[in-house]
């Protein structure tokens, strides 16, 4: 491998990221204001609840599709492509029994069940229509995996991100050429189900030997899948208990005005995360790719320089945004929400310590050697949530923001450490592949 390769292929995903970062932050600014040209608040109301339901789904492949794209960048960095196939074709078998059983369930449900009374057939339609978008997003990842395993990691997520815009603007197309609840959703689901298709058919280009189809799939395969792909599981939880929890903390102890200053200031200090994440991920796959060679040195020096590029990053876009904050405030809420330095400076520090330690949680994820982390990850949020009570209840605002740095600065040692002691064992690993 070369390196100026590695180079090209790491730059081109940090792009690729920062284009999904941008659509996702447009999307979302973009939403209200049409919306709202066409709805009143109460219609728009409905919408945002119709459409948060089927999010619940977007975990209904347990992890499958990320672990069995890990085994499948390093079957094929090792160079065994029939594991590979195996593998890919395992988990097709997987998310075809999820998807259409879910479908099977769900959908009879959605149309015909007496609750909601009140629920109109144009709701029900769009939560339908909804419902298929998502489970055709979790199919989709399989293609993702194929792009990632083969080096095409920035194409697929380019892929991904165009195929998120398109159905988004299926969900304006209808909205201004219809105007109800399932024209919305259906837009957006014809859109959704056309970039999966070219997806799929892009992704069988260049698949060095990844097939489609079931002929290759194993009961066994699945199985010895089962244990990481659920331990990817306990990272939404963990994060739902540092997010969710914490703000759920701080209204009951603090009220709903310190919750949106806080939820303010902390959506502002994650986004030095968010850049953090752009360039850690764009290295998952050149990860596995050398954990299935057995290239343990050169593994080992590129994980270690990215934490500190990683590092460095973070801590100047924390003092950076430390620095702005005011003026950033001022514009962004109209002057509704003050800076509190404590508060924000704590917040930051929490920021840069999450940024630190993002290049290692994403080589022991890439390597399907995350579960101890994820363990970890759990406890830490269950502390996070504790001391954010007793802090918070003592201190305020700055007793939480400590709390949220104290838990942060556990995860990060404990992800440092878990990495250190994992490294030794790569050559034997690479051996030990089935």
Known sequence: ???????????AGMGANSVGMAITIGTQLGSLPIFLSHWDTTTYGVWLMLSALP???????????????NRMTMSLGAGDQRMANQLFQSAQVFMLVVCTGLAAVLLPIIWWSPWPATASDDQRMALVALCLGVLAALFAGLSEQVFKSTQRYAFGTMMGNATRLAEWMGWMLGLILVGSFAAVALGGLLFRLAGTLLSVYLARRNAQGLQWGMQHATLKMALELGRPALAFMAFPLASALSLQGVTLVVGGLLGPVAVAIFNTYRTLARTTVQATAIFSHALWPEFARLFGQGAQGHLMRLAWRSTWVSGIQAATASVVLFLLAPWILQVWTHGRIGFDPMVFGLLMLYAAVAGLWHVPRVLLMSTNRHTALALWSVGTGLLCVGLSAALGQTLGLPGVSAAMLISEGCIAIACAWLAWRASPRYASHREALP
């Not at 491998?1 to 730059?11: F, T």
């Not at 999010?55 to 794209?69: E, H, N, Q």
Request: glycine share 12%.
């Open 1 to 11: 491998m070369q390196p100026h390769d590695l180079k090209r292929r790491v730059l």
């Open 55 to 69: 999010g619940f789904l977007s975990m209904a492949d347990v992890g499958m599709v990320t672990a069995a794209g």
